[in-house]
């Protein structure tokens, strides 16, 4: 199955950097900055910030231990809900 030039490619999510990188990366792409984001999610920015760093949250390593004791990867890509 190829893909065509405008077709993005998914994110692998495995590690809280590439978590991070998916957010900021669709955050940018819908237009919105951190505060815009974070307003409309009603949490802090700073909070938005640091995963966006890839800092390690308790619920995220959590998440990502799981996954990873299962033997899958979480893949995302942009989907039109």
Request: hydrophobic share 35%.
């Amino acid at each position: 199955m190829s893909n065509s030039p405008d077709e993005e490619q998914p994110f692998r999510i495995y590690t809280p950097e590439s978590v991070g990188q998916a957010i900021r990366h669709y955050r940018i792409q819908a237009g919105l900055t951190q505060a815009q984001l974070a307003a409309q999610l009603g949490i802090q920015q700073a909070y938005l910030s640091r995963l966006e760093k890839g800092h390690e949250t308790e619920q995220l390593r959590r998440i990502l231990t799981i996954l990873k004791h299962l033997g899958v990867r979480a893949t995302l890509r942009h989907e039109d809900w």
